[in-house]
């Protein structure tokens, strides 16, 4: 739940916000260790509240110029989102599926099972309110929902950071990642690993250190030889790459990373993929914890 507040104001040291609207919000304090000091106040743009499964955030917005000049590394990579793995790329290296969401997974079940035993048709047809119980179990399904989230949001961030910092040129999938999940077999393991969160990140990245972000056509990139240029069709359960024209074996990650590459290097300045008005409004601003305890008794959201 998201609130837009017009008026309000930061205490001196601003470790405190006041909200100047009607809802009797009043002052609140921000916990968290973002200093929010760095920032000239006009470049605070906007301010939100919002609720989450653990507590009450207030959100800022802010205009910043975030980019900052780097040495070239003078490499480029390719890289493939995989199944095997979350990423392989160009240079043969490759990343680790994460595993933190399967293994909660039983537990985020567990959770839900309680949820759903608690939950009462009887009083949803007669409109009461649900028992204590049942809010009980939905906020604890709720938090550890949002610790996964968590978890995985700092996973891609980390891997994100590492590819950018290593490279000059970064080339990757244009995948519509909801189509592929659709697919059952797929589903799993795709929302698993967070590609969309990934390329946001990759994308924030790379505006910020002054490196080139390429999405490319997924068209082929697994079955096309990264070495003639021939197509060779494989099923996803083929592992690697034969061609039977030029005699090139090579990973299927690897073949497919680098044809990613190679495509990525000829499009560069013709695929504009990347939109900056719809960067989310987590990478530009600073998430600090406000007091819940008193929001939550004077803002019923
Ligand atoms: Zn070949």
Redo the contacts with the bound molecule.
């Keep these: 739940m998201n609130t837009r507040l017009p008026g309000w104001a930061l205490s001196e040291n601003r470790k405190a916000i006041t909200f100047r609207d009607k809802k009797g919000i009043g002052t609140l304090k921000l916990k968290g260790t973002y200093d929010l000091n760095h920032y000239n106040i006009k470049q605070i743009k906007r301010v939100r509240l919002v609720r989450r499964a653990d507590g009450y955030y207030a959100q800022f917005a802010v205009d910043v110029d975030i980019k900052v000049e780097t040495q070239p590394t003078l490499q480029v990579v390719g890289i493939d989102l995989g199944l095997k793995y979350f990423i392989a790329d160009s240079k043969g290296s490759v990343e680790p599926s994460p595993q933190f969401y399967r293994k909660s997974e039983k537990q985020l079940n567990r959770a839900n099972r309680k949820k759903s035993k608690k939950f009462s048709p009887a009083r949803k047809k007669a409109k009461t309110r649900q028992s204590s119980n049942y809010h009980k179990a939905r906020v604890r399904y709720a938090r550890k929902h949002l610790r996964v989230s968590r978890q995985r949001k700092e996973y891609c961030k980390r891997v994100a950071h590492s590819v950018i910092q290593s490279n000059d040129l970064v080339a990757y999938e244009d995948l519509n990642v909801k189509n592929m999940v659709k697919n059952r077999h797929l589903a799993k393991s795709i929302s698993d690993a967070g590609w969309s969160t990934f390329r946001q990140w990759l994308e924030y990245f790379g505006h910020k250190y002054g490196k080139v972000t390429v999405a490319v056509p997924p068209h082929n990139t697994s079955h096309n030889?990264s070495?003639?240029?021939?197509k060779?069709k494989k099923s996803l359960s083929t592992r690697t790459h034969v061609?039977p024209?030029?005699?090139?074996v090579a990973d299927r990650d690897l073949n497919a990373s680098i044809n990613i590459l190679r495509l990525g290097l000829t499009t560069v300045g013709h695929t504009g993929s990347y939109a900056w008005g719809d960067l989310p409004s987590w990478a530009v601003g600073a998430s600090l914890l406000s007091n819940g305890e008193s929001v939550n008794q004077e803002f019923p959201l």
């Design positions: 030889c070495n003639c240029g021939e060779v061609c024209h030029c005699n090139y």
